[in-house]
């Protein structure tokens, strides 16, 4: 009998003592859930890149779709590594990787917080005076998020990076478009990221061929009888393309601007290995063709006219509409020898060209990051004239009025047809806020906010 009191005795301290313990583990859990709500409530409320300032044009707002994300890898078997190339070895070949991000409307469930972390880092592998520098930033959207399927399938738009970049430097604009019903793919160009920098011939061969290779890629996961996420809801013949700087460069090519016949003897000046490979990307590539599916290009700083490698010849080709955005004071891709003189150039194009006066090269990526104390970390995203979260709000509104017009055939030409001048513009209205007839400032601005601007608009040839 004593031995049963002692050890009932035992048991009864020890189912309390485990209940003590189960209790301080829920209390624990129930706080983590509770801080976990606080913070996701605290994200959805805080500025994150992208969102629309008081001053930002209309059209910066984003659409009606939630927003979706999903990381896959594409591989590219069999293509020339240009890097490797050598007399013994005079074509080498490897199985080409691309990681790339892809934003899609989305359906967000009840309860759930459209926010996400993106990882990135500053610096670049190849130089160690800049090392890397992890840091991440929030964006809107719900990773692994199901699609949208309560419409017809969505364009595509394609994005390439700058060099060195990430898939992650303009995320304010592929989650605005994709909340425009767009599905919006970002490319991490192989030896042309922060992380995994190399020659840059890399980088002048491939950029054209990955964009291609990506397309493909979609129109495969869009296809009706694929098993992807995203079936039967891409629309790849109906593709527009984002490309900044370097990416820049190689939409364009894809578009039609084959590089012109100086092409290869001002790459061979610099002592790049393997010039000949570049050839096929050029005029004197007798196949070479522009990828059909793309029917319009919105580009930042395109890089290479500076080095006279497109001239009027080599741009006659290029015939669908082009945006382009440039910084009066651009030092790497140049301004009034750079994008301008492509923009004049391109005959067969209707295009545009937006110019923010003052700025530099820097007119397309996310903001700096806090992390980015040093003054070469910043000017890796920032200006020193412009604030870079004003300019994304711009870029969000003109690129959703021009792909609007040429992707999806919507009313947005008052968005694109105005007074070239933006503070030449007269802002008139009535008491009601409609416009008397005097008005003619820039469609979608705020009073007194349409200054530092310039946009021109040449049609195509007849």
Known sequence: MIANSVLAHLLLQYAKIKGEVLLKILKIVFMLGLLWMVSMVAAQDMMIFGDARPDAPELAARGQYGVGVQTMTFTNPNQIDILNITAETPEPRYDRSLTVE?????????????????????????????????????????????????????????????????????????????????VVVAIDHTESTFGDVAGFPSTLLNRPLDIRFVIDQMAALGAADSDSFLAGLVD??????????????????????????????????????????????????????????????????????????????????????????????????GYENGPRKIF???????????????????????????????????????DNVWDPARMNNINQHFATAFFGKYLKAEDTDAYLDLIEVAAEGVYSAAADGTFNADHTYWLGFQPRSAVGLRLEHLPAAE
């Open 102 to 182: 892809i934003w899609y409307p989305a359906q967000i469930p009840a309860g759930e917080a459209p926010v996400i972390t993106y990882e990135e880092t500053l610096g670049r592998v190849d130089n160690p005076e800049a090392p890397l520098v992890p840091f991440t930033f929030g964006g809107r959207a719900l990773r692994d998020a199901e699609a949208d399927a309560s419409g017809a399938a969505y364009p595509l738009i394609v994005v390439s990076h700058g060099f060195p970049g990430s898939r992650w430097m303009l995320t304010y604009l592929t989650e605005n478009l994709a909340s425009k019903g767009y």
């Open 236 to 333: 790849a013949e109906n593709t527009g393309l984002v490309g900044y700087s370097m990416g820049g460069y190689g939409a364009l090519n894809v578009a039609g601007g084959a590089y012109g016949a100086a092409y290869l003897p001002t790459l061979g000046s610099f002592g790049f290995p393997g010039v000949d490979a570049l050839a096929v990307n050029t005029v004197e590539n007798a196949d070479f063709a522009a990828d059909e599916r793309v029917k319009a290009v919105y580009t930042f700083a395109p890089w290479g006219m500076n080095f006279g490698l497109w001239d009027e010849a080599s741009l006659a080709t290029l015939d669908v509409p082009v945006f382009f955005v440039a910084g009066s004071q651009d030092d790497v891709a």
């Open 344 to 382: 004049e150039l391109s005959a067969n194009s209707d295009r545009y060209l937006l110019t923010f006066e003052g700025a530099r090269h820097n007119v397309a990526p996310n903001p700096p990051p806090a992390e980015a104390t040093t003054y070469d970390q910043f000017m890796r995203y920032g």
